[in-house]
C-alpha cells in the first residue's frame, strides 16, 4: 500500500516556476513508478510526466517536455515536478499517481489507469 500526499502548489505569474513534491509512505516507494498528471476545470486528467523507480527512465507529454523535469529522492520517499516557463495553459490540479508494476515504455506509463494509488492533488494557477 502507497499513501501519498502533493504539496507544492499555488499562483504564480505566466514564466514563473514552481516545485511541486509528492511524498509518499510505503516501503515499496523506491520500487513504484511514479507519475504526474494534472486536471484543468471540464476536461478530463492528462498524463504530465513519469518515473521509474530508479530514475533510469522518464517521459514527458509534449506539452510540457523542456519545461518541467521530474525526479525522486527514494531516501526522502519524495518525487518532484520542477515546472519553469510556466503558461496559463498549465493551469490544473496536479496529482500524483504511483504503481508497483514496472516501468518499460511511454505507452506504459501515460493513461491514468495505470496507476493504483493517487493523491489527492495540489492546486497550480498560472496568471496571464
Known amino acids: 500500500q502507497v499513501q501519498l500526499v502533493e504539496s507544492g502548489g499555488g499562483v504564480v505569474q505566466a514564466g514563473g516556476s514552481l516545485r511541486l513534491s509528492c511524498a509518499a509512505s510505503?516501503?515499496?516507494?523506491?520500487?513504484?513508478?511514479m507519475g504526474w498528471f494534472r486536471q484543468a476545470p471540464e476536461k478530463d486528467r492528462e498524463f504530465v510526466a513519469a518515473?521509474?523507480?530508479?530514475?533510469?527512465?522518464?517521459d514527458y507529454s509534449l506539452s510540457v517536455k523542456g519545461r518541467f523535469t521530474i525526479s525522486r529522492d527514494n531516501a526522502k520517499n519524495t518525487m518532484y515536478l520542477q515546472m519553469n516557463s510556466l503558461k496559463p495553459g498549465d493551469t490544473a490540479v496536479y496529482s500524483c499517481?504511483?504503481?508497483?508494476?514496472?516501468?518499460?515504455?511511454?505507452?506504459?506509463?501515460?493513461?491514468?489507469?495505470?496507476?493504483?494509488?493517487w493523491g489527492q492533488g495540489t492546486q497550480v494557477t498560472i496568471s496571464s
Open positions: 510505503g516501503r515499496t516507494f523506491s520500487a513504484a513508478t
Open positions: 499517481g504511483a504503481r508497483v508494476r514496472p516501468y518499460f515504455n511511454y505507452h506504459d506509463v501515460n493513461d491514468v489507469n495505470d496507476y493504483e494509488f
Open positions: 518515473i521509474s523507480g530508479s530514475s533510469d527512465r522518464t
